[in-house]
């Protein structure tokens, strides 16, 4: 009686119209979209840390291939990219920023097609632009690794604020936090990355070094003291009530590095903690969507390049999205860099499921309306098509995930121990 029953309202039902299909798998990717706006309104309101807003080149390590860059038309004699050259285009393509999707040295670098990329630099003291072609290295991987990208190894300039300093360090009576680093002995300083090496260059002794030599390659020599102090040149705030911060550039006296009492094994060091340097910026929510889009166009462009290095195993599922919002969320301001990140997410997620694939909602409402031009698709055909896509779905989702948990944790920013100095 029950099964009768069941039949008779089963058959009671009214078909289902195919602009109701459309509607329902519509509804999906358009509250994504409208989730991205919801996120974008407050990202505009509070904004979104921003270090990245430069192409001056910081730092470059003795093993970069941009050192060895080969000149363009005799443009200057001696090869290699420098620090302090400000990049203005990267494989003909005008660069704005360091890193990320979109008009960026590194997205350049790793959507380029060529054996070697053209770098177009403005260097200081020339009166032209200068080009060099720079062979990109690539890092060595095990086979169940994610292949690695090219990359030309080099870093962005960025102001060095101090922050903190150690009780007893070797800079605790001659530094003030709040200072901007800009020299050491003279030599100017566009990341705290140079001023490390050159520390390590002055404990350690360069006889003939070349600059692929790596510095564990070469032996110590005696280093006198006179040759260890560092004097530091810095722009030190005079006037913080005043509309726009006041600076004095003063040299402090020279101080020699000290290895720290606690942790042990440090090496030789300043001792001093620098503030992130950044600004906020406040996108519009139409160009935060737009970016989005751009960035979901870029990279999908990138995959289904013929001669490209990014494929399928660079992309990443709900592991790799979990492990980004834990990395953004273990650095400073992190909860504002989730929130834009929310954003990309979603726009991302709203345009995924409007692709044509049956298992999609795009793929649903074009079922539709191949229904709504002749007839409804076999229900057999219906069965092997959906079952054949899900199956495709879950190997991809299988095969990205793989490698994202190879990364889970990767790029968070490590807890520093408590550097304590002994009473000098």
Known sequence: AIEGKSDMVR???????????????????????MLAVFFACIVWV?????????TVIGYIPNFSPSITAVPVNGTVAEPGLKVGDKVLSVDGKQVTKFSGIGPSIHWSVVSSQNDTIRFEVERPGQPQHLYFDVTPYREPKAFWQRRSLRQVLIGPAHKIIVSKIPENSPVSKVLNPGDRIVA????????????????????????GLDNLTPVHAVMDRVVTNNERQIALTVDRPIDLKATEVKYERITLPAVVPRAPAEPSGFQPMLGFEIATDFTLRYDTPYDQIANSVYAMYSTFSALLSPRGDIGLQ?????????????VLLSNEYGWRMVLWFSVLINVNLAIMNLLPFPVLDGGHIVLALLEAARAPVSIQILEVLQLCCVMLVMGFMLYVTFYDVQDLGRGSRPKTPEIRFAPN
Do not use: C, M
């Open 11 to 33: 058959a009671e039902l009214p078909p289902v119209k195919p602009l109701d299909k459309i509607i329902v798998a519509f509804a999906g990717p358009l509250f994504s979209f």
């Open 184 to 207: 050491v002995n003279g030599q100017e300083l566009l990341s705290l990355a140079q001023l490390n090496e050159y520390i390590a260059k002055q404990r350690r002794g360069f006889w």
């Open 46 to 54: 509070i904004g979104r840390p921003v270090s990245d807003n430069t």
């Open 314 to 326: 660079h992309l990443s599922g709900p592991a790799g999205i979990l492990n980004t919002y834990y």
